[in-house]
Antibody, heavy 119, light 110 residues
Framework: EVQLVESGGGLVQPGGSLRLSCAAS????????MNWVRQAPGKGLEWVSY????????YYADSVKGRFTISRGNAKNSLYLQMNSLRAEDTALYYC????????????WGQGTLVTVSS | EIVMTQSPATLSVSPGERATLSCRAS??????LAWYQQKPGQAPRLLIY???TRATGIPARFSGSGSGTEFTLTISSLQSEDFAVYYC????????????FGQGTKVEIK
């Protein structure tokens, strides 16, 4: 059974940093691209970042480019999101989502970890 | 950036009735269109990909159609567990990301 479990969320002040993690199990992690998708409270879904299976290709949404860094550790079956210079508008539930094959749709999602940016 | 627009924002439907949800892309995405279902307090779940292919375990009452810029998700006979928010998402390889979602359609009990 595919499982994705996020952790690392919490309350942080504007300008602060946070590192999210996603532990994957139930599939060969190194064969799949991974993504972070976020959802602000009461709002819709926003794709945040993509990393290919080998980390050779990385993309970011313009809203986080230069502030967030995605990475992965295939030996640890883990995905990460380093978030710096956090803003109030980054407040959201952050999901990790598996990429489906070679396409950029998301076939499995974790339950999310909540990031709140507030003073 | 491709903009995805869903309509209506809210759809009120009685159990057993048919629901039709629309999604429009600002430029052609071919058939690179997915639908997700999200229930309160839960993560999104993939329903449809390739505009019309049901994901694993998705009941046959869910069907998708369309290509290019106009897409439809149809739920043939609404069950109680189908009341949720539905999002469309394009995953076209061009232009480069972002891979954007529509703003969602909430299907509520009439």
């Amino acid at each position: 059974e595919v499982q994705l479990v996020e952790s690392g969320g919490g309350l942080v002040q504007p300008g602060g940093s946070l590192r999210l993690s996603c532990a994957a199990s139930g599939f060969t992690f190194s064969n799949y691209s991974m993504n972070w998708v976020r959802q602000a409270p009461g709002k819709g879904l926003e794709w945040v970042s993509y990393i290919s299976n080998s980390s050779s290709t990385i993309y970011y949404a313009d809203s986080v480019k230069g502030r967030f860094t995605i990475s992965r550790g295939n030996a640890k079956n883990s995905l990460y999101l380093q978030m710096n210079s956090l803003r109030a508008e980054d407040t959201a539930l952050y999901y990790c989502a598996r990429g489906a094959g070679k396409s950029h749709l998301f076939d499995y999602w974790g339950q999310g970890t909540l990031v709140t940016v507030s003073s | 950036e491709i903009v995805m627009t869903q309509s209506p924002a809210t759809l009120s439907v009685s159990p057993g009735e048919r629901a039709t949800l629309s999604c429009r892309a600002s430029q052609s995405v071919s058939s690179n269109l997915a639908w997700y279902q999200q229930k309160p307090g839960q993560a999104p779940r993939l329903l449809i990909y390739g505009a019309s292919t049901r994901a694993t375990g998705i009941p046959a009452r869910f069907s998708g159609s369309g290509s290019g810029t106009e897409f439809t998700l149809t739920i043939s006979s609404l069950q109680s567990e189908d009341f949720a928010v539905y999002y469309c998402q394009h995953y076209n390889n061009w232009p480069p990301p972002p891979w954007t979602f529509g703003q969602g359609t909430k299907v509520e009990i009439k």
